[in-house]
Structure formats: structure tokens, C-alpha cells
């Protein structure tokens, strides 16, 4: 069941070229949805401002190796290890979503576009590791919905009353929750179960990456920005924060 | 609330239970476990105990500390000083029982790892006046709030007690209280034998200055919503000089302190003009307070006095002059420092404005009044003294138990123990702890029971505000005016314009009359029915709802003692037009009432000042 | 001077929300990041700006009274027991100051539980815990005043 490409198994109702199509159309949503976000919201003017504003409060140089290394060091903690979380719960289920989402999506396009029908033989890395990276959406995921999400854990929300911010967790996790589903069921081999689960499952995903607008998803790209932002800011002396003290630790 | 799911009553049983975490509260706390080893002891806090209370962003001194230890002050001169201050009328045997605590729980402070700055010549703590010694008190509250959590076998954050509980079996002694939980709306019923009100005095009572976002740079804390008189005022304990409210001159805008800018700056101040004022106003001041005029030092109210006829002579606005003091680095430091650790929010108005000390003499400005008991004032409940030194008709019970049994206070709750502030208030939340553990252990199996019926009533009735504005709001298409509910910030504006015109705010220059307070009443009255008709969309509504109710019965009681005090004892701080001068003959003593929730009556009587100190 | 959340810094734990003595530091329903409810009850007391962990929250003077332009922003290193403040003003001008918050380890209190039982008859005295010896003086001062002085009713 979950060492054969699911993709594959679709062509018994669905042309290959279908799912391609799909996949394409869901890269241009996110790319238009985010560029709409920004010209939208002015993002990108906010960014360049932000970025005149540290220069001209700079009063050290930084080097371009400084520069580079500032870059690679934003690279490994915040986007690698989802160093922007303080709380280290919130942390590991993020990046559980975050490597999780990785394996699943890449294994995805893999799958589609060079395995599309059942007449090349896919290596039985692809669907497993396809299933590895649902499982740990899953598993990040419904543990942030149920106990980390802080407008619930903090605030006091009671846990079913869904506002704008859960559009991307919800959408992610239905999607995620019926591609496992119609995995299932479509091995099982009941095809009308099949189709209709399925077609859950796309809608869910089409959901997820055409919400980005309205989701969080476009700060996938900002967060990493701002982290790498803040870094030249403590570098180049222009924040606006004390240094921290010299005191040695005391006790 | 779901459409499925009921709310959530949560029943705590303690032994003793303090009601609010700040300094009186950790106090309390902490004394309670060290004499009721076995006892369950339960703090609630409506915020979180770490930064809780007046004391949340830090102090830059602790303003009552005797130094016994060399033999700089004695509990008797502490007590001749606050008689002075307090225009005559302090209970001294509360005071000196504070005053000879609070070395003791100030060393405890500095062992627990409160930084106190030191004077380098003496090796004794730096003093910064007579009765006032600095410290770097950024963390003053989360230190203190330690211990109490180790000494509490719980600390409950985030639950707001809006009642007390009465016994069912014996009258006029105490249960536990009610309250909920701000952050998952559950009920909470709190059964004690013995309970400690520990809570906050009355700041947003009176129309601030600033009515904008402004609003929330109050001079004493804006959560301070005078629960401390709420609670025992509506279980028909006995007030005392609720009049009594404080007026404070302090930097324009900021309300930052001024203490370690006269004591340790040695700054003074001056009018438009550069000129000294005060002693323009000695003769005219005489007229109205007699003698009070020469103690030394001058009496808070009287040196506000100065100021607010100075600026009604067209001379103000007046400054403190510190261009001199500045050019000291040393100072200069303790200048900026003092806000830093206190009042941040004056050195975000400097730097704002671009006022720096060293080339500017900063403004200064009387504050509206508040109403609270551990400062340069003493509203507050009526309460049995210490057993040694309270004179008969201050002693009834166990030290620091009101007139209810088994209902005990310390802190902002207590009057007449003035000038008490952060470490007197620690002090007297050990003291009241004691006695809640004798009176306890004395109780032995005659312990009060909860009526199950009130409480549910009490559940409806708290609760009430969120169902006002459910139903209601299907009335109104949207936005905040309805003809059928007020939200908690309409009727806050209400209570503080009716308190600012009628019983001596800042737009009527402090000044009040029989005419205008009998019209403040009737408002009031009308005020206090509408509070029926609160609307509350979320939890956090409802704690602003209940802070407004607290807030508007502590302010009846206030009116109450304004119109039945028929003298001007604390001009600076209010005066009564009708009768402008002090007057020993007929008002040297206190003031005391007793409120009748059903009846709605307030009984006033007068008790004599005892002078057990010469 | 009320506090404002940097949406790209604030990463949404919460600690703001638990420690506001005013409970007005809430999280926005879109972004489930924080935000100030209620800035008209901010007393700017810093406790959230001290309680983030990202340094994600700043504070703006009051409307009422503050021009725009300054900076008061604040580093407290729980570890190194220090606060540290920079203060900027409108005109550009900078103030830098350090001190220290406390002179011992967190969590180090001892509890009152862990001192000695007071024994019976100390319950019935005006003394206190630890008292009369952190007191640092012989014993606790107590008054025995004969004739009160009367004030007139």
C-alpha cells in the first residue's frame, strides 16, 4: 500500500497529463498569490524601507564575506532548524511540517512527472518517503492544531472556533488528511470511494495554495527576509536594542 | 460559551485564601505557609503573581524603612511622621505595628536578592531621605512573587475574584469568595475558612488628564480597580476615611517620581518665572490649617496646596529645577535610572519631547485624585489592631481582621496606616497572615459553610454582563451605541466625569460642595442601576465590567465620606467649599461607614483619633 | 506610552499574553501573532517587552502627549541578573544605561516551609517569621501606652 506511487494508480480514471497540469497551475497560484500579497499590501515597499532605514542607521561596514556569512548563518538556523521559534514545542512540530512538507511536495512533482503512469516502475523510496513526509505533517500538524496553537494554549480560544489565521493549518491538514485517505482507499480498491476521495483531496489542496493570499503561506518567503534583516541590523550597529551586557553570567 | 457545552464550576478549598498577588498578597502568602506549615494556603490573582500590582514595572526605592539596626529611626518617629503628613488623623497603633516589621522583611528582601544600593561611606543602604532607601527594583516583583509561589500550595493567575462569600451558619463571618477565570470563562468558587483582601485600590475613578490612549498612564496602576474596597464595602465591612483620596505632583504628562529628585538630587522647584513660591502661600495657608502648616516636613497636601494657588494665580506652569543637579554624572544617572526602574513611560515623554534635565527644568503637574491606602494617604478598611499597643476601641479581634470575622486585609485595603508603600504593605500582609493563622487554628471544627444557592446566584450574576451583550446585540446593526447595553468603557467615562465634576476632580480644581455632591450621588445612584445593563462581548470584557462595578461602589463610599466630613482637612488634596478650613474642634477623628447591599444605605459615624504616641 | 508587536519578529508564544498585568496583550485573529488590545490601558509598565523572547514588542508614547521619533528599548538578561536600556530621542540624541536586577540565582528563595517549626508559644507573640533576628537589632520594639490621648467626637 504505501510502497506503490499513488499517482500512478490514478490513471485508471485520470490522464497523467491532468495531474501535471495540476501542479502547474498550483506553482502559478502560489507565485501570483504571493506577488498579489505583496503589490496588495506593499510588502516589498515595506522591506526596501526597512532596508534604507537600517543603512542609515548603520555605524559599522559590513564586508561582503560578513555579508555572505550573515546569509548562510540566516539559511541554517532560521529557515533549516525554524530558529525563529522560541519555544522549542512550537519549534520541532514546525519543522516536522516544514521537512515533512518537503519530502511530501518534492516526492510529489517526482512522482508525477517522472513516474506518471503504472508502465515505468517507481523505486519504492519515492512512495516512501512520500508517506514519511505525510506522516510528519500529520503528526506536526495535529499536535500544533490541538495544543500549541497560542490563541487556544494562551488566549484562552476554545479550540474549535476556527479564525482567518487557522486557514493555513486547516487547509494543510485536510489536504494532507485525505491524500492519506485516498491512498488508503485507493489501494482498498473501491473506486467510487476512490474518486471521492480524491476529489476531496484536491479541493483541500487547491484550497491550501489558493488561499495564499489570505494564509500565511507567502510568509514562507518573508520570514526568512526579515530573519536575514535583523541579523545586518545587530551587525551594522543599527538597532535600535541595547548591546547586551558584558556582566559575566552571574550565578 | 458553545452551543454544547455548559460552563465549568471549579470549587477550591483552602484554609486560607489571599485575594490578589501583589505586595501585600506575597506577604501574605508567604507568612501564612511559615506559620500554617499543614495548611492550604491559596493565593488568586486576576493578572500573573510575576507582575502583578502596582509594583509590576519595578521601584527605584523602597520609601518605608526604619534602620533600626543603626539607630537611624525608631516605629514612633515613622508614626509622628505620618500623623504630620496625614493632617493629624492616622490609626498609629496600625502604623507603628508596621513600622516595627518592615526592617525585618526589607533584610528578607535584600536576602532573597533584592539589589539595595549601598552608601559607599557608611556601608549602610544608600538612603535617599529619612524614611527612603534606593534600590535597583526592576525585578522587585518577580523576587517577591517567588517566595510566594513557594510558599502558596497554589497561586491561581488569571482568575478575578468579584465577591466575597458570607458563612450560612453564623452570621457576619466570612466563607470564601467567587470569581472566574479570565482566560477560559469557568466559574470559580473559592471556600475558606479564612480570607486576606489583598487586592488593589482606586485608580480610574476620577477623570484622568489625558482621555486619549493617554488614559492608560494613570499615576497608580489602571488594573488597580479598587477591588480592595469593593469587596469588603459590599459585605458590609466598616470603611474608614474614604475621603481621604491623594492628589500627586508629579512630572508633566508621565506621572514619574519625584522622590529621589528632591531627597537625593536635592532639586527644588520653582514657578514660570524662576521664582520660589511656597512660602508666598504660609500666611494664606495658616488661615486654613492652623498649625498643621509648621510640621516639618510639610505636609504632602499642603505643598499641593502651594502649587494649585500658585497656578491659579497665572504663574505656573511650575518646574523642577534640575539643570544644576544634571551636570553631575552621578546624579544624572539616578535621574534617568529612577524612571527606568519605575515609571519608564516619563522617559519615553522626555525623550519624546527631547527634554533633557541637563539643559531643561522639566514640568510638573498635579495628578488627578486616586483612592487607595499605602502612600501619603489612608483609605481604607476599618481594622482591629495589634494586640500590644491598639487601644481598646481599635482592638475587637485578631490584629488586621475588619468587622467581619475572618475577613482580614493588608495592604491599599487597610486604612489608616499611611505611608506604609511597597515594603509596609509586604508587612502588613505577614502581620494579617499570622492572625488569619490563629484565627484559623482557634476555629477549630466550627468552620464556615458556603450557601450553594448564592452561589449560583453570584454565577448568574457574574456572568450576566456576556449575556446582556449577546442578546442585545441583535438590536443594533453594529457598532458600539445601543439603547440597551453600555459597554464597560462607556460607563468607566460615566463614573470618572461624574466623580471629576461632582466630587472634586481636576476640572473642578479639586473642589467640591454639599450641592454638587448630593447631585454626584443621584447620578451615581442612576449609575449604579445602568451597571445592571453592562455588556461584555468577551472574558476580557467582563473583567473590565466587574473592575467597573469594584470601581463604582468604592466610589459611592468616597462620595459618602466627602459629603459627611463637613471640614477641608487635606487642602491639596480636595476641599469642601462650604466649610474650607480645618477644624479640630468638631473633625479630628475619622471617618467610618457601613453599606447595606439590599437596602442600599451607607451609615456614617465618627470614632475618635487615639494618640498612643507623643 | 502604549506597546505595538513587530509582525515580522513576534513568532507567537504567548509569554506576552501570560504576563500583561492589564490583559490587554492578545493574539490577532489573522496572524496569531500579539497585539496590544487596549492601548488606552497600557500603563507601559514593559512587562511584555521585558517577557518576549524575540524583543518583538517596543513601545510608542502616548498620542496624547508623545511626538513621534524616540526609542526607549530594553534588554533583560535573566542569566547575567542585568537590565540593560537604550534611550533615543527625537532629536537623535542616545542614552545608554545598565543595572543590575538581583543578587541572587532564580529559584533560589527558600521556602518558608524549610525553616524550623515556630514553636507554640511564638504564635501568640507580635513577632514575625525570622524575627527578632532579621531584625538585626535585640528585640522587636513594643508599646504598652497607658493613656491614649482622645481625639474629640
Known sequence: MFTSNPFADLTVFLPPLAMQIYIVLMIFAVIIGTLFDMLHKSSAKFFAWQLKKSKAAATRKLSGADTASIAIKTIAIEVATSGEFCNQKRRISHMLMFYGFLFYLITTIVMIFGYPTQAIPTPVFLPILWNIGVLMILIGGYWFFFFLRVNVAHDGQPLFRLVLADLFIVSLLSSVTFAFIWEIVQAVGNLMATKVTFGIYIFCTTLLFGSVRWSKLAHMFYKPVVAFQRRLEEATGSSSLPTPSTHNKRN | MGLFTRRKTVVVDSDILVIGGGMAGCGATYESRYWGRDLKIVCVEKAHIDRSGAVAQGLYAINTYMGMQWGENQPEDHVRYARNDLMGLVREDLGYDIARHVDSTVHKFEEWGLPIMIDPETGQYQREGKWQIMIHGESYKPIVAEAARKAATKVYNRIMVTHLLMDKTKANRVAGAVGFNVRTGDFYVFRAKAVIVAAGGASHIYKPRAVGEGMGRTWYAPWSSASAYALPILAGAKMMQMENRIVLTRFKDGYGPVGAYFLHLKTYTENAYGDEYESKWYNHTKELVGDYIDKLPVPTCLRNHAILEEIKAGRGPIRMVTKEAFQDPHKETVGWENFLGMTIGQAVVWASQNIDPKHTNPELTTSEPYVMGSHATCSGAWASGPEDCAPSEYQWGYNRMMTIDGLFGAGDTIGGAAHKFSSGSFAEGRIAAKAAVNYVSDMGKDQPMVSETECEDLKKTIFQPMENYAVGRNEIVAGTVSPSYILPIQGLQRLEQIMDEYVGGISANYITNEPLLTRGLELLDMLNEDLNCLGAEDLHQLQRAWELRHRTIASECVTQHTMFRTETRWPGYYYRADHPKLDDTDWHCFTLSQYDKDSRKWDMEKVPVHHIID | ?153
Open chain 3, 1 to 153: 506610552m502604549p506597546t505595538f508587536v513587530y509582525m515580522s519578529q513576534c513568532d507567537g508564544c504567548g509569554e506576552c499574553v501570560d504576563i500583561c498585568p492589564s490583559d490587554i496583550m492578545h493574539i490577532d485573529p489573522t496572524h496569531r501573532r500579539a497585539y496590544n488590545i487596549e492601548p488606552n490601558f497600557c500603563w507601559e509598565c514593559y512587562s511584555c517587552v521585558k517577557a518576549c523572547p524575540q524583543n518583538a514588542i517596543d513601545v510608542r508614547g502616548y498620542a496624547d502627549f508623545a511626538p513621534l521619533g524616540h526609542s526607549v528599548r530594553v534588554l533583560r538578561e535573566e542569566a547575567k541578573n542585568t537590565i540593560s536600556w537604550k534611550i533615543k530621542f527625537r532629536d537623535g540624541r542616545e542614552k545608554n544605561f545598565e543595572s543590575p536586577i538581583r543578587t541572587t540565582p532564580w529559584g533560589s528563595i527558600k521556602s518558608p516551609s524549610d525553616y524550623e517549626v515556630p514553636n507554640q508559644n511564638a504564635f501568640k507573640t507580635q513577632e514575625l517569621a525570622h524575627e527578632p533576628e532579621s531584625l538585626n537589632i535585640k528585640e522587636l520594639p513594643k508599646l504598652t501606652p497607658n493613656k491614649p490621648k482622645q481625639g474629640i467626637v
